[in-house]
């Protein structure tokens, strides 16, 4: 059965992200909006509505949910109008979507039931229960905020965040994603800050803040660490671990290594 949708492409102008050299506030973008249950134009407050399955997309990124509002600032040509049809030097400046929503762009996607896009800052905001973003094997989740910011390749998972690979796991109060789109591998660096703990089959490392890399399977542990192999532990400074080896071992740091052997019975 086809879908009976209402579409209509906006002539409007998406604010340019700061940093991008070059680049210029005036010149205008398509945005691409449509919905199952129709488009309102609420013209006093300064809004759009779409309901009911809703998308809106803008070069190489979409977000959809069950409701988007897309806000907008009027520009120079549109003072003392009264033209309903006159779209024209309109500035969206925010997105809010509301209800399953999913945010996708190149080789991710994030899930949440509410977002906020703030478009000048090219910066996605999700929260809700279950939030996620998965690229290529690895998955992040988080239990506060999930943040996706386009312009710097950069995700921010906030409050319980774990990265899992496979059976690897890495936890932490605050994680930070580097995504490298350009390369076969994702995500090319991952920071970890806050109670951090990494736990493989065979190893649990803890820690207050870490560095790991998909790439190597190479993660580096710092504060206060303590490794737990069975009954044996190593406690330092700081730590390199092999996630895909398993081995791990005490590095640099000033303060004196200890190791807590068990012996077997």
Same mark, same amino acid.
């Given at each position: 059965?086809?879908? /009976? /949708?209402?579409?209509?492409?906006? =002539?409007?102008?998406?604010?340019?992200?700061?940093?991008?050299?070059?680049?210029?506030?005036?010149?205008?973008?398509?945005? $691409?909006? $449509?919905?199952?249950?129709?488009?309102?134009?609420?013209?006093?407050?300064?809004?759009? &509505?779409? !309901?009911?399955?809703?998308?809106?997309?803008?070069?190489?990124? $979409?977000?959809?949910?069950? $409701?988007?509002?897309?806000?907008?600032?009027?520009?120079?040509?549109?003072?003392?109008?009264?033209?309903?049809?006159?779209?024209?030097?309109?500035?969206?400046?925010?997105?809010?979507?509301?209800?399953? #929503?999913?945010?996708?762009?190149?080789?991710?996607?994030?899930?949440?039931?509410?977002?906020?896009?703030?478009?000048?800052?090219? &910066?996605? #905001?999700?929260?809700?229960?279950?939030?996620?973003?998965?690229?290529?094997?690895?998955?992040?989740?988080?239990?506060?905020?999930?943040?996706?910011?386009?312009?710097?390749?950069? =995700?921010? =998972?906030?409050? +319980?965040?774990?990265?899992?690979?496979?059976?690897?796991?890495?936890?932490?109060?605050?994680?930070?994603?580097?995504?490298?789109?350009?390369?076969?591998?994702?995500?090319?660096?991952?920071?970890?800050?806050?109670?951090? #703990?990494?736990? %493989?089959?065979? #190893?649990?490392? !803890?820690?207050?803040?870490?560095?790991?890399?998909?790439? %190597?399977?190479?993660?580096?542990?710092?504060?206060? &660490?303590?490794? %737990?192999?069975?009954?044996?532990?190593?406690?330092?400074?700081?730590?390199?671990?092999?996630?895909?080896?398993?081995?791990? !071992?005490?590095? +640099?740091? !000033?303060?004196? &290594?200890?190791?807590?052997?068990?012996?077997?019975?």
């Amino acid at each position: 059965m086809m879908r /009976a /949708a209402a579409m209509v492409i906006l =002539a409007l102008i998406l604010a340019a992200p700061p940093g991008q050299a070059g680049a210029k506030k005036d010149v205008a973008q398509a945005l $691409e909006i $449509e919905a199952d249950n129709g488009i309102e134009w609420n013209r006093d407050q300064r809004m759009y &509505v779409a !309901r009911g399955n809703a998308r809106a997309a803008q070069g190489g990124a $979409e977000i959809l949910a069950d $409701e988007l509002t897309a806000y907008y600032r009027d520009g120079d040509d549109d003072k003392g109008q009264a033209d309903n049809d006159k779209k024209d030097g309109q500035t969206i400046f925010r997105v809010d979507a509301d209800g399953n #929503v999913r945010v996708r762009s190149q080789n991710s996607q994030a899930f949440g039931d509410q977002a906020v896009y703030h478009v000048e800052q090219a &910066v996605f #905001v999700l929260v809700g229960k279950a939030l996620r973003m998965e690229t290529g094997q690895i998955k992040i989740t988080a239990r506060d905020s999930l943040e996706y910011w386009e312009d710097r390749q950069l =995700a921010v =998972a906030r409050g +319980g965040a774990i990265v899992t690979s496979g059976d690897r796991r890495l936890k932490a109060d605050i994680l930070t994603a580097h995504i490298d789109n350009q390369a076969q591998r994702d995500i090319k660096r991952i920071d970890a800050f806050g109670n951090v #703990v990494i736990s %493989t089959r065979n #190893v649990i490392a !803890r820690g207050a803040e870490g560095v790991y890399n998909p790439g %190597t399977s190479i993660a580096t542990l710092c504060g206060d &660490v303590k490794i %737990t192999r069975g009954a044996n532990q190593l406690n330092g400074e700081c730590a390199e671990m092999n996630l895909k080896s398993g081995k791990s !071992r005490l590095i +640099g740091g !000033r303060s004196r &290594v200890k190791s807590l052997l068990s012996p077997k019975k």
